[in-house]
């Protein structure tokens, strides 16, 4: 991670990182929790929502050693939050609100530092593009396929496409000579005022139904 | 891949590969359809469909950098045909003999395509075979594991040992020193015969169930 | 495997390792036998489940070239095995204790294997105990998923704990200065008991439940 982490100054983006992964780490353990695991199942989710993303673009991108075997302290934090999560879960639903935003700080995060680790590694535009996305929304696919459910980020509100939309802008920003800095918040302001709309207003994409039997 | 086209004359195999990435990405749309997934979701499916076996055999033999990451054009053409069915899928059950033709083709293209890389990696036999089968099989498998379903390549006519059978025959013709064009396009033949006739007479795999609990 | 096999005497370390990648094959087998699976599937199922623990340890850790590409023997064992559950299946629930035995044995070995593994590339503590656990229990993880079922490992009697378990003493022992033959044989007797008892009084961890919905 380090040295991803120059895209904005460098203390607010480790912080917003942190935040981001704690947050995974937390709707990993209530996805958990509708699944009546144990706690060591809690914090395996944990684990996987907050560091799969990264884990899993790092893998197909050839990009070792990954990031969080590195950063013992990230292992702990998303555990730690994993767990506290089972002892405050009855009051978490009146931090909704709270959860969504951190849950959207994440996503415009994870997608900003998908993008310039790819962007770092020389890959294509596609490619840096896609990194950004599977940053942004693998763990959370990764979480449902251990629950054992469809992934969410495909059937909701408006939430793989904001990580498309953030990826798309810092790369467009980017060719139009934008400073990283003034690019990275630009794109945090406009990701996340997206997703935050989308949630209020209930928007999505269109969906594609198809049912017919062919056998 | 552009190197590991050597094995039929360059353009017939790219545009075999070409169609067969694309039927791939066509099932996966269809599949995402019937999760009710948004069209963000079908061109993921799509593309983990088409590309994701390839994506697993490199990873597995750590074949970097992965192949779609160097092609872009791989990458839009998957996404392109995910989209496209989302608008011909009323139409399409009109060509269910040509989609499972294509279909068909894919999977023995990208059985010789998966025993090609691993042969040029040096790999021992049976690696080269299972490089085979994970290349042919494994992004439908993906693409089950992701609309939450029992993969149905272990479930219906003749599939993963079409695959197997195709790679096996590979080898041997090789290795009893078959020129590498005319041992492709005996493959092809068989392979493709094999499927199209496990489809019609509905041949399948001897299955085990086993539904004792024993707690 | 072969220079991750000095913590205990070669040849007994060995056939641990061979036992419990055979177990694991059957308990694959037979969960593709509650999905109805043709034996093509069984011999997939009882190949992830007994070597796919392995596989994505050293993909995670960019041990390449993984594994059993270099010991086909291994990848020979664990096909055969599953099949060969197909034949013995009707008579199995009578060695359910033997079968519980190979298990626990299959989850410390794996477990002290893995914690070896990373040992040996220099990872720091927290990854080793990882590497170990992930070796231990993320082959049943994978076998649960493919068969589309929440992963059991998560939900029964103690059983990730007892790979957590053997790890931190396997890390703690060494330490302390124990020589490794001890400490593996240590390791191993404290395990197997933990997994045992666990077994035999239904110890469980707390479970998270959580079914409050938001939406």
Do not use: K
Request: overall charge neutral; aromatic content about 10%; glycine content about 10%.
């Amino acid at each position: 991670m380090s040295d991803q982490l120059s895209l904005l100054p460098f203390d607010l983006m480790l912080a917003i990182y942190l935040i981001a992964i704690a947050a995974e780490a937390m709707s990993g353990a209530l996805a958990a929790g509708r699944r009546d695991m144990d706690i060591f199942g809690v914090a395996v989710i944990a684990f996987v929502t907050a560091l799969g993303g990264g884990t899993l673009r790092d893998v197909i991108l050839g990009n070792y050693p990954i990031g969080w075997t590195q950063h013992p302290v990230y292992v702990y934090l998303v555990i730690a939050a994993g767990l506290l999560t089972t002892l405050v879960a009855p009051y978490l639903h009146h931090l909704r609100r709270a959860f969504l935003l951190l849950d959207a700080l994440g996503l415009v995060a994870f997608s900003l530092i998908g993008c310039q680790v790819a962007l770092l590694l020389g890959y294509p535009t596609v490619v840096v593009i896609m990194s950004g996305m599977l940053t942004g929304i693998s763990g959370g696919i990764l979480r449902d396929l251990l629950c054992n459910q469809v992934p969410v980020v495909f059937q909701r509100e408006l939430y793989a496409s904001v990580s498309l939309v953030v990826c798309a802008l810092f790369l467009m920003f980017g060719a139009i000579g934008l400073p990283v800095d003034a690019n990275s918040a630009l794109c945090f302001a406009g990701g996340l005022s997206l997703r935050l709309l989308a949630i209020r207003h209930g928007w999505q994409l269109p969906t594609f139904s198809y049912h017919r039997r062919w056998d």
